[in-house]
């Protein structure tokens, strides 16, 4: 019997590759985005390689909506692994200046908010049949503060704290946690950001990974390897020589230009 699974910014990049990948799983899937026209398209490929999709346009900001659709789905059968993928991305515009405060609400909004907007209306339902994984999608920005996007980098060191907190709270209910942290992927949101791109990797590599660790119940799946390690250390470096070792990476961060655009 097919696994259900739920991914959201399932419309482009990392969701999008991981909704083919599991596609040719046969698996059925609930694929979440913000562009109707997207969904539309990625769902017709998984359809046709022989997955059962159902699609929602929602905005997981929007968590009345979150709720709503995720239980009617999961009342369809039981789903058993979510994967909290949405998120966008956001900086300073120029260097050495502030990102705005706009920029600053809307990234927690979506990249945190919307995560417990996608775990929480599942959860009980899990706990309850003793079983499940989670997913959360972080980043490696998470280990390395980034001046030119605080916030981006607020948002995933809090996924990466809730993420690692939800495992060691519900794997003795059954219930396995893995917290995504990827490095460069060729994704829309990258493409965002301007300067180096150390490692990028393409989304269909990213999502090979991704689906191994959570195979492997890996607490934290991040990659590339060398990259992951290089922020960890960086990230635990004295703040003078962080701030200095950093300079060469600076960078800004272009608006976004489709609104609709996921992942």
């Known amino acids: 019997m097919p696994r259900t699974i739920v991914i959201t910014g399932a419309s482009s990049g ?26 539309d398209r990625v769902a017709e490929v998984c ?9 929602a346009a929602i905005d997981v900001r929007a968590h009345a909506e979150m709720e709503e659709w995720l ?47 996608t775990v929480q209306p599942i959860l009980p339902r899990m ?17 390395l503060p980034l001046a030119d996007a605080p916030s981006y980098g607020a948002s995933k060191s809090a996924l990466l704290s809730y993420g690692l907190a939800l495992r060691s709270l519900l794997s003795p209910r059954g219930i396995r946690v893995s917290v995504i942290c990827p490095g460069y992927v060729a994704t829309p949101m990258m493409h965002q950001e301007s300067g180096p791109k150390p490692f990028a990797m393409p989304p269909e590599q990213a999502a090979a990974l991704i689906k191994r660790g959570l195979r ?15 922020t960890r250390v960086g990230g635990m470096l004295p703040d003078r020589l962080r701030r200095w070792t950093s300079r060469p990476f600076r960078f800004t961060v272009s608006k976004r230009v489709d609104p609709d655009q996921d992942v």
């Open 127 to 143: 706990m309850a049949r003793g079983r499940g994984q989670i997913a959360i999608v972080s980043s490696v920005a998470a280990f």
């Open 14 to 39: 990392i969701g999008e590759a991981l909704a083919l990948s599991y596609a040719r799983d046969r698996e059925r899937l609930g694929l979440l985005g913000r562009s109707n026209h997207r969904l």
């Open 216 to 230: 492997r119940n890996r607490p934290v799946i991040a990659f590339p390897t060398t990259f992951a390690l290089i």
């Open 71 to 117: 239980q009617r789905f999961d009342d369809e059968g039981p789903v058993d692994l979510v994967i909290a993928n949405a998120a966008i991305m956001g900086g300073s515009a120029a260097l050495n200046e502030p990102e705005s405060a706009e920029i600053a609400r809307t990234l927690i909004e979506t990249n945190v908010l919307g995560v417990i907007n």
């Open 47 to 55: 359809r046709n390689v022989g997955a059962a999709i159902s699609t």
